[in-house]
């Protein structure tokens, strides 16, 4: 039986996970902290809910599994605030359209945008750590690189005053 391969650039849409991983091949466990999970899920539903365009909602509703508190306020607010998370992305993404963007960037820029917007009580380092952590098991080579840069510039203007101090390692 000959391999089935995919059409092209399907499987160039698709998050790439380059996390480590148990021996069993999962990788449950990877991160003991339930913030950075619950940013990973809500990653997931509107990374998925793009691709098939279609609304978290409706992506929510397909899954059928309760999500916690904080994954839902977090897709919630994506989902209510995107006209605006999407102006200021294309305002500080610097000649990258959204739709040149990777979907799997786009979709990590837009959950940290919405917390730069909404969550002041999270500081804006741990919302650029916890993007760039996401872009770069997710994204492309350049990905922690990208996000870091638009999420850094769009939290200059929406958080001005607060001093930006990101972990530069992540970043690379």
Known sequence: MADEQEPRGVADERPRDTGSHDDDGSDWGHDADPRSDARERAFNVLFESD??????HETIARIQVPFDELTMLLIEGVATQQTRIDEL???????????????TDRNVLRLGAFELIARSDVPTAVILNEAVRLAKRFGS?????????VLAAIARVVRAGETLSVDQSSAD
């Open 89 to 103: 992305l294309a305002s500080h993404s610097h000649a990258w359209t959204l739709d040149r963007m990777l979907a």
């Open 51 to 56: 691709v098939r365009r279609c609304t978290p």
């Open 141 to 149: 080579d350049d990905s922690g690189r990208f996000v870091n840069g």
